[in-house]
């Protein structure tokens, strides 16, 4: 009889999500420093700058609001348009819910406010290949980039003018590939053409004529809309979500 494989241990968790964490700052790196860089040119400090960071920690919305601070409007219109940008991630935590419902409460709220999109990529990618995802795991994913990101954005508020141009480098077409490695690795699902073929048409609809950072929002409630006509209801006691796949 071959005896049961030893659970890995925590620190094995952990080295397992800094790892998965590495493609995900190089993605990210010249956009925290942009961000920096813009916070200060709308009259932010490098503190603010990295303060915003550690607080909302959601790239779109914070580039939202920077833009808005520097103008005449009421401050609940700037509280609605971030919310609005980053209300993706409230379905996110509704899938992270289930993926952790053996976590304690205060597990659960460290890693609800760790969500980014990356971060729930990979939680869905190590859910696929049938591994828990354990709070180990997560926080070796998610604390290198959250720390990153804050740094990025006070190197961004000292360096960043340094960098005149990044379009003219491609520093700021490296996330949209990360971003559609992440989406190609979702493939082999069975409604996954349909719903980012949706997702996409509304998203590019959307920057069109309505403008960005919208397009992500519609962009995203488009392929929900989708998913939700063409998935079948589950049978008694099968998640809805497994029923998709």
């Known amino acids: 009889m071959i005896p ?22 190089v993605a990210i ?3 925290g420093l942009l961000y920096g860089a813009l916070a200060v040119d709308n009259g932010l400090t490098a503190t603010d700058a990295m303060l915003m960071s550690a607080t909302v920690y959601a790239g779109a919305s914070q580039l939202v609001g920077i833009e808005l601070f520097g103008q005449k409007v009421a401050p609940w219109l700037i509280v609605l348009s971030i919310f609005a940008v980053n209300f993706r991630h409230v379905l996110y935590s509704a899938v992270l819910g289930r993926r952790t419902r053996g976590w304690s409460p205060l597990g659960r709220a460290f890693g609800f406010f760790f969500v980014t999109d990356a971060q ?6 190590r859910s696929d290949e049938g591994k ?17 990101w804050v740094a990025e954005a006070g190197a961004g508020a000292y360096f960043g003018r340094l960098v005149a ?37 509304a998203a590019i609809l959307a920057e069109r004529f309505i403008g960005s950072p919208w397009h992500v929002t519609i962009g995203a409630v488009a392929g929900i809309a989708v998913a939700v006509v063409l998935t079948p209801s589950a049978p008694a006691g099968q998640d809805s979500g497994e029923a998709a796949r």
């Open 165 to 201: 141009d990044p379009h003219a480098i491609g520093l700021d077409f490296l996330l949209p590939i990360y971003f559609l490695g992440l989406v190609m690795e979702f493939r082999g699902r069975r409604l996954w053409l349909p719903i980012v073929a949706a997702s996409a048409a």
């Open 132 to 148: 828990p995802i354990t709070p180990a795991w997560y926080a070796g994913l998610a604390l290198p980039v959250y720390l990153a």
């Open 4 to 25: 049961p494989r030893p659970s890995p241990s925590n620190l094995d968790e952990f080295v397992r999500g800094l790892r998965r964490s590495v493609p995900i700052n």
């Open 29 to 31: 790196f010249p956009f």
């Open 120 to 125: 729930f990529a990979e939680v869905e990618r």
